[in-house]
């Protein structure tokens, strides 16, 4: 038997060592417990999101607003995340349990976090500060 050989056995051993212990098991099994009591309770915050009159809105008027300043506006869905992009600056619409949260960002960088307000009034502020406009 080789060294690689020898090298690969051990490497499975120690993998399958690692599924069967108990505590590995059972902290997987809380971890995707977890991930779907998070996604239960934001189930509402996604439909919201995702057929919502605010969203219809926003996206109008961040259209309307690029279309302006000659600057294409790409809705983008990330799973339940909306993503607004335009050229260097994104927006995420990420809905979790306790509501529906903005991230700005800029060249990939996260500048900014805040809960959305989401009266039909306010899409169009939010489009207005996000693409730069006074």
């Known amino acids: 038997m080789s060294y690689l050989d020898s090298l690969e056995n051990n490497l499975k051993a120690l993998e399958n060592q690692a599924e069967r212990d108990p505590a590995e098991v059972r902290r997987k099994q809380e971890a995707r417990a977890n991930e779907r009591a998070a996604a239960v309770a934001a189930e509402p915050f996604v439909k919201q999101l995702r057929e919502g009159e605010f969203t219809r809105s926003l996206l109008g008027h961040c259209a ?71």
Not at 88 to 115: M, T, Y
């Open 64 to 134: 309307t607003l690029g279309y302006g300043l000659r600057l294409k506006v790409r809705p983008l869905w990330l799973g339940n995340v909306l993503r607004l992009e335009a050229r260097d600056k994104q927006l995420d619409l990420e809905p979790s349990a306790d509501g529906i949260h903005l991230v700005f960002r800029e060249a990939g960088e996260v500048i900014g976090r805040e809960p959305l307000d989401d009266r039909l009034d306010a899409a169009e502020p939010l489009a207005k500060r996000w693409l730069g406009i006074a």
